[in-house]
């Protein structure tokens, strides 16, 4: 569930979520407003409609009838009397002018005839009016109990006779009647279908991405990477296109330098090769055995650098290796040479690297160990995303402005310039760089109870779910 919310597909899916569900509760909002004055509106029109075909009746009934036709108009929520004063005493009521045309388009034949309506909202602490039935009252009382928003609607109409029809009528809104289950079954399927479609749409975006976020990190740890073909929106095509000539132009350079490399140390045997037979010919012994010394020195150092141009020339194809057996197997290797080497291996992370470029690496740092401090303790475990490979030996340790500066090619903290004690001063600086291509790194420190720590760490290879 957290890799869903933090993925971008997952945060825009939870986004059009929210922003639908706000929108539904906006024209809920909406839709309750609108069906209150489409509910008052209604009622009113009723009410006045009513009212004038009572207005009509009375006009033309005999004057013994009218008391019968309001008893019989009249019901507990609409109250209808003839008096010879208006009950609205006050005019200019404007939310009352579709009543009034209403009722003066079905009393046709008087186009000056009075007629007054005065519209209120209900007051929850208003008392029934006086005279009103026993019925009547106990349902006004009970609407306020329950709080309902009602409207109080009083008209008044002139009659031919010279009286007044009064009508009093008081109307709530309905409560809501949600259909619950239909409600839900329509929120839940209009919601799958809106994450189906929203899903199939982004997996278009994310999968372009996905793609390239795997072989940018292919690349940073130096596997080979074929060209990318650009799917997606624009902006993922530039994307993919722009990590595209990235590749070609690192891929140019590295190649671009490292034959560079390789021709300056083809070049330098020859001169070298030279200055050995005229060594030869010095008749001083001394002199002769120091330029000889000094030379053979020199051509290790072109042979180490060949050989590393080479290493990383070679297009050696990423494999995935259980780190810890992969270890093991070079440190046997070693110890059979006669080096003190004990290995513990804690986890066995699988991770993906170029065997001979790592092993390399590693024999170089397990064998510095050896070198200089007698013995190496290894030991591979797995901290994290990263498998961990420690290299500690017993010997003196590094001083500490140096623990970075041995990383330098030909830096050799050895200074009796032996080949057999203090090498050429390349190795760690091999070793360094083989690691870093895989996406790892190396780290040198003093260890607290002796000796110096070399830290390996490599990414290990995602496991399954």
């Known amino acids: 569930m957290k890799a869903f919310v933090t993925s971008l597909r997952g945060q825009l899916i939870l986004l059009i979520m929210a922003a639908l569900a706000a929108a539904q509760l ?5 839709f309750v407003d609108e069906r209150a004055m489409a509910v008052h509106m209604a009622l009113g029109l009723e009410t006045a409609g009513r009212a004038a075909n009572i207005a009509r009746l009375i006009e033309e009934a005999p004057p013994e009838l009218h008391g019968a036709i309001l008893r019989a108009a009249s019901s507990p929520l609409v109250q209808f009397s003839l008096t010879d004063a208006p009950s609205v005493d006050h005019t200019g009521h404007r939310a009352g002018g579709m009543v009034e045309r209403t009722i003066r388009g079905m009393l046709p034949g008087r186009e000056d005839r009075e007629i007054r309506v005065e519209l209120h909202e209900f007051s929850p602490d208003m008392l029934p009016r006086e005279g009103i039935p026993r019925t009547m009252a106990e349902m006004h009382r009970a609407m306020m109990r329950d709080q309902i ?12 006779t010279g009286q007044w029809l009064n009508v009093d009528t008081r109307f709530h809104n309905p409560p809501l009647q949600w259909p619950w289950l239909s409600f839900v079954s329509f929120g839940l399927t209009a919601a799958l279908i809106l994450v189906a479609v929203v899903w199939f749409l982004l997996t278009g975006l994310t999968r372009p991405l996905r793609h390239l976020s795997r072989a940018a990190d292919r690349f940073g740890r130096g596997e080979e990477v074929e060209e990318l073909a650009a799917t997606g929106p624009t902006e993922v095509r530039d994307l993919t296109e722009a990590f595209n000539r990235m590749r070609d132009r690192l891929t140019r350079y590295v190649a671009d330098r490292t034959r560079l490399l390789g021709a300056l140390g083809h070049d330098l045997r020859s001169p070298l090769t030279g200055l050995r037979v005229r060594a030869e010919l010095v008749e001083d012994d001394e002199t002769r055995e120091h330029l000889i010394e000094t030379i053979e020195e020199m051509q290790e150092m072109v042979d180490s650098t060949l050989s590393f141009a080479k290493g990383v020339a070679t297009r050696e194809p990423s494999v995935e290796v259980p780190l810890g057996d992969f270890t093991a197997e070079i440190a046997d290797d070693l110890a059979r040479a006669g080096n003190s080497i004990a290995v513990t291996v ?7 690297v170029r065997p001979m470029l790592l092993k390399r690496a590693l024999r170089n740092v397990i064998e510095n160990a050896c070198r200089y401090g007698q013995q190496a303790d290894v030991t591979v475990t797995r901290a994290g995303a990263d498998a961990v ?6 010997g003196p340790g590094i001083p500490e402005d140096m623990l970075d500066a041995v990383f330098d090619p030909f830096v050799r903290l050895e200074t009796s310039r032996s080949r057999e004690t203090g090498g050429t001063g390349l190795g760690l600086s091999i070793a360094r760089t083989v690691i870093q291509s895989h996406g790892g790194d190396i780290v040198l420190e003093n260890a607290s109870e002796g000796g110096l720590c070399a830290t390996i760490t490599i990414p290990a290879t995602p496991t399954a779910g």
């Open 26 to 30: 906006v024209s809920l909002w909406l």
């Open 346 to 352: 804690r986890d066995n992370p699988l991770v993906t």
């Open 149 to 160: 928003s009602a409207v109080e609607m009083q008209l008044s109409i002139a009659l031919n």
């Open 389 to 394: 490979i420690r290299v500690r030996d017993h």
